[in-house]
């Protein structure tokens, strides 16, 4: 299973970015997909992330701010990032909880990571 992330990149305090994430592979089902970041010296952090049917959580930090979507056709997984902040500055990496057979178990994925970075 791969995950495919893209859209980060520079953007001003105040200014949006959409991040996307793809997931290929021997998937089977594919349950919880996410984001999360990591600011140099932080611990990784949960952003917000979307299950099957729709239900989604935020980090107290960004609700309002951020939105997370789904395509479930595409095994895809968008962010958008409005109002960002220099604090949104991170890592952004996708996760995907998927399990590649019938009877198989559930398995979280990673992507690489795609770098935000909010400056002016």
């Known amino acids: 299973v791969q995950l495919v992330e893209s859209g980060g990149g520079l953007v001003q305090p105040g200014g949006s970015l959409r991040l996307s994430c793809a997931a290929s592979g021997s998937i089977f089902n594919l349950n919880a997909m996410g984001w999360y970041r990591q600011a140099p010296g932080k611990q990784r952090e949960l952003v917000a992330d979307i299950y099957t049917g729709g239900t989604t959580n935020y980090a107290d930090s960004v609700k309002g701010r951020f939105t997370i979507s789904r395509d479930n056709a595409k095994n895809t997984v968008y962010l958008q990032m409005n109002s960002l902040k220099r604090e949104d500055t991170a890592d952004y990496v996708c996760?995907?909880?998927?399990?590649?057979?019938?009877?198989?178990?559930?398995?979280?994925?990673w992507g690489q990571g795609t770098q935000v970075t909010v400056s002016s």
């Open positions: 996760k995907a909880r998927v399990r590649t057979s019938r009877f198989g178990s559930w398995g979280d994925y």
